[in-house]
């Protein structure tokens, strides 16, 4: 996150309005951490290889037991959870939308108050440049 703010404000400040692209972070909790130190743009294969499950990452085979049962089949398992996926980061766009609008860390369920934790370190260690 650091290294994310520090270009961020080298970019804002030499004038240069290029979103920060960050590959290989596509899970929601680092997609908001990132984005609150000033990355915009996020792609990566996370979304296809773990299952979210309250804002982190776990294993689909995990997932598949606590969220749809013991006997469910593998390649059960493995559709739902690249469609739930699927809309968990239809989701969390439309949470980071409103969160850009209204600045507000609650629209950042279920991680609300360690993401405004991370903003208020940051903004600390940067003298509120951020």
């Known amino acids: 996150m650091t290294q994310i703010a520090t270009l ?3 970019m804002d400040e030499a004038g240069l309005n290029i979103p920060l692209h960050i590959f290989g972070a596509l ?3 680092s997609v908001c951490l ?20 309250n804002g982190l990452c776990i294993y689909p085979h ?10 469910v089949r593998d ?15 239809q989701s969390l766009r439309q949470r980071l939308l409103e969160f850009e609008t ?10 609300a108050e360690l993401l405004s934790n991370a903003f208020d370190s940051l903004q600390t260690k940067f003298k ?3």
């Open 8 to 10: 961020k404000l080298a």
């Open 27 to 29: 899970d929601p909790l």
């Open 34 to 53: 990132y984005y609150i130190a000033g990355a915009e743009v996020f792609d990566g294969l996370t979304w296809l290889r773990y299952g979210y499950r």
């Open 62 to 71: 995990n997932l598949g037991a606590v969220q749809y049962g013991l006997h």
């Open 75 to 89: 390649t059960v398992v493995r559709s739902r959870v690249l469609a739930d996926n699927y809309y968990a980061l």
């Open 102 to 111: 209204t600045g507000r860390f609650e629209k950042l369920q279920p991680h």
């Open 128 to 130: 509120g440049r951020l």
